[in-house]
């Protein structure tokens, strides 16, 4: 079937953030323009000055239809036993190699799908948009919503988020804040008086984060929609020293948070900030996506469920680029895959699966633009 052809082939161009999605990316456009997609190239350079594309793709006139977004940028591979994580291996229904789950099945489906249709068949347009950098903190979604012309009519389309669900229907998931802290001591030998400990700055600031802590395992700040139904507030410290007698020069806090919807985040994040003011650290705070949120009684999140044939919506606790394209849209995740198998060494999809998303991504399109 041509969605494993293009599941392999994706898989073959190596893709981890820390490089330039370029390879894959000029694939998907190749892909595309046969099926005689109009085609945007967003480009840019990451923080490290490597390139990055994104994909946008419109097929058929009009405005409305279906959008499936996806990315091309993969986690790195190490700890892979099997002989190359780039090289896609089939084997007892399954298809491994990096990114075959996240996402890069998930992306061939959607142009596999959207192969079925020629342009006379379409009453509404198809959308296919493929992102860089969605591991690494959306940066490719933001630079689409950002100067995308294409992107500016997408927002009247119906939202499909192809992260790995297993193809079910998912309307809400977490956002993500990353919050560094970093205090700036002297080092010296600790038996003189000589050395400044970042470490003593940095102590109050943990205690604070602490009880920032405990007070979301409350009952009033869960939200039982989730699981699990509290917010993450992961908390880790590094002062990168390994001599016991040496006052350390440096002390890094660190806390990921995982908002949900209707949290009051800019008050906490307030917090956060007063603190680390009042113990002379430094403070970095990257708010790299919003939590996502489409009312469960939305239209889309019904047809989508009438669609796949399910009874009920869910919400998931890992992110995706719907944290950027969902302020702008209502949108639904829905994909084949199992998150559980992303990220992983040996990482592998159902051929099943691929199968399944390809047939239903055909009938949302059936059902939005024919």
Not at 20 to 30: A, G, H, L, P, T
Not at 74 to 81: D, F, H, I, M, R
Not at 152 to 166: D, L, N, R, V, Y
Not at 340 to 365: P, R, V
């Amino acid at each position: 079937m041509k969605t494993l052809e293009y599941t392999k082939e994706l898989i073959r161009r190596r893709s981890p953030s820390y490089m330039s999605n370029k390879d894959v990316s000029d694939y998907v456009e190749q892909k595309l323009r046969e099926q005689e997609f109009e085609i945007e190239r967003v480009e840019y350079q990451d923080a490290a000055g490597i390139q990055k594309v994104n994909i946008i793709g419109k097929k058929g006139s009009g405005n409305g239809g279906i959008s499936f977004f996806g990315h091309t940028d993969t986690v790195p591979a190490e700890g892979w036993k099997l002989d190359d994580p780039f090289e896609p291996l089939e084997q007892d229904g399954k298809l491994y190699g990096r990114g075959a789950c996240d996402m890069k099945g998930p992306v061939a489906c959607a142009i596999a799908a959207s192969e079925s249709f020629n342009h006379s068949d379409l009453k509404n347009p198809i959308y296919v948009v493929c992102t860089a950098d969605e591991e690494v903190g959306y940066g490719g979604a933001q630079q689409v919503a950002d100067r995308s012309e294409i992107f500016k009519e997408i927002p009247q389309s119906a939202g499909i988020i192809c992260e790995p669900t297993q193809l079910q229907v998912v309307y809400a998931h977490k956002g993500t804040v990353a919050i560094t802290a970093t205090a700036t001591g002297r080092a010296a030998h600790s038996s003189t008086n000589e050395g400044i400990n970042a470490n003593l700055k940095t102590i109050p600031f943990l205690a604070a984060m602490t009880d920032i802590y405990h007070e979301l395992q409350q009952k009033e700040q869960c939200n039982d929609e989730f699981d699990p139904p509290t917010a993450g507030w992961n908390i880790g410290i590094n002062d990168h020293n390994g001599i016991l007698n040496i006052t350390s020069p440096q002390s890094i806090a660190t806390v990921y948070y995982r908002p949900m919807p209707g949290q009051e985040v800019e008050v906490l994040l307030d917090r956060v900030r007063k603190c680390a003011k009042e113990n002379d650290l430094e403070l970095e705070l990257k708010y790299t996506g919003k939590p996502l949120y489409t009312n469960p009684d939305h239209p889309l999140v019904e047809t989508v469920k009438q669609v796949s044939n399910q009874i009920t919506a869910h919400t998931v606790s890992y992110g995706t680029d719907g944290m950027v394209f969902g302020q702008h849209m209502p949108v639904v995740v829905i994909g084949p895959g199992n998150i559980a198998q992303a990220h992983t060494a040996d990482e592998w999809i159902e051929l099943e699966q691929l199968n399944l998303g390809t047939s239903l991504y055909q009938k949302l399109i059936t059902n939005y633009c024919c």
